[in-house]
């Protein structure tokens, strides 16, 4: 009998070693289940939206495969641009039971009840494409304002002086205020730049170049272009149809625009563009940051800046570097644009 109870003391044992030893799933509240995370895209039908959402079902379904999250849903709005639809579809991610939500915000700040319901209820909250003003939110977006300071810098001090139009996003996106607003800021050191007009295009190739030709219709002079995402193509199109040119623009880090402006190189058009990309896997990065956040991880010191992780863009094209960026675009379809996502070992680099 003894034997035997020893037996059992030595079998119980080895099981308990054997669930000490057997592979956990991290998680944020250190229990066993895996996360499912809910992503609220904000818009979508754009080039850019659409390689957005590209990127994200990437990043989610490797992170599927690889059994580190239960799985993902993704919801687009209705009407693009909507905050209330996306606060409402926030509120759906809660009661549905989701652990981490990743917002592309349609504001700055009309969500920030809505995301306090969220961390009430013990979710993670990430702010992805553009930044929230809600507190305890990690915002990861480009530094929007010095992203277009740099291109209407380059812009102007390539016109000097003339007429230019702006043809810009989404009224009241976040990423889109910061970008007005340094349009602003540095056509104020050009003062011999006329700014005739600047309305929105909605981050779409076929708004922007009926916005375009309404602003051609009207005869006078432009020379040159401040745009952004997806929309150059469509504004420069709107010239073409008129047999017209700006002598500067900002262009499309796309495989359509690159197209049209190397017809104008072969030909000696007076005709110059700048573009960077602005990555539209910007969002994949953003979900691979909440999962590290979700199961714990704390950054480094000095990698957020005021709950900001400012995304770096290191690529910027003019005439001088054209042929980079046309080697990587020439075989792509139409409506390519460049993009990046940052990989699992990037993303780890950035945490203790």
């Known amino acids: 009998m003894r034997k035997v109870g020893i037996f059992l003391v030595i079998l119980m044992m080895a099981a308990m070693l054997f669930i000490s030893c057997a592979p956990k799933a991290a998680t944020g509240d250190g229990g066993s289940k895996l996360?499912?995370?809910g992503i609220s895209t904000g818009s979508s039908g754009t080039s850019w939206r659409d390689i957005m959402i590209d990127g994200i079902l990437q990043v989610c379904n490797e992170y599927k495969n690889a059994g580190v999250i239960a799985d993902y849903k993704m919801v687009n709005n209705v009407t693009n641009g909507d905050?209330?639809?996306q606060a409402n579809i926030v509120r759906d991610f809660i009661s549905e039971g989701v652990d981490i939500i990743v917002i592309n915000p349609n504001s700055p700040d009309a969500l920030n009840g809505v995301i306090r319901e969220a961390q009430d209820a013990g979710l993670l909250v990430l702010s992805a494409d553009a930044t929230v003003t809600a507190p305890n939110v990690v915002n990861v977006t480009l530094d929007h304002y010095a992203?277009?300071?740099k291109n209407v810098e380059w812009i102007a001090g390539a016109l000097q002086s003339g007429n230019v139009i702006q043809i810009y996003g989404l009224d009241g996106h976040p990423a889109n205020n910061d970008r007005i607003?340094?349009?602003?800021?540095?056509?104020?050191?050009?003062p011999g730049i006329n700014m005739v007009a600047s309305t929105t295009g909605s981050w779409d190739q076929a708004t922007a170049k009926n916005v375009a030709l309404q602003i051609l219709g009207g005869g006078q002079q432009i020379d040159g272009v401040i745009t952004q995402d997806g929309m150059a193509y469509g504004c420069l199109q709107a010239f073409l149809d008129l047999?017209?040119?700006?002598?500067?623009m900002f262009g499309d880090p796309g495989t359509a625009f690159f197209k049209e402006w190397n017809a104008l190189r072969q030909r000696g058009a007076d005709f110059r563009a700048c573009t960077q990309p602005n990555p539209p896997g910007i969002v994949g990065?953003?979900?691979r940051i909440a999962l590290a956040l979700y199961n714990g991880k704390t950054f480094k010191p000095g990698i957020l800046d005021n709950n900001v992780y400012f995304y770096k863009v290191g690529a910027f094209f003019t005439d001088d570097n054209f042929d980079e960026a046309w080697n990587m675009l020439k075989d792509k379809p139409d409506d390519y644009l460049l993009s990046e996502i940052l990989t699992q070992a990037q993303v780890d680099a950035l945490f203790q």
């Not at 607003?181 to 050009?190: G, I, Q, R």
Request: no cysteine; proline share 7%.
């Open 83 to 85: 905050a209330t639809e």
């Open 35 to 37: 996360p499912v995370i």
């Open 285 to 287: 990065t953003g979900i």
């Open 243 to 248: 047999n017209r040119l700006p002598k500067v």
């Open 147 to 149: 992203w277009n300071t």
């Open 181 to 190: 607003k340094a349009t602003a800021d540095v056509l104020a050191k050009y």
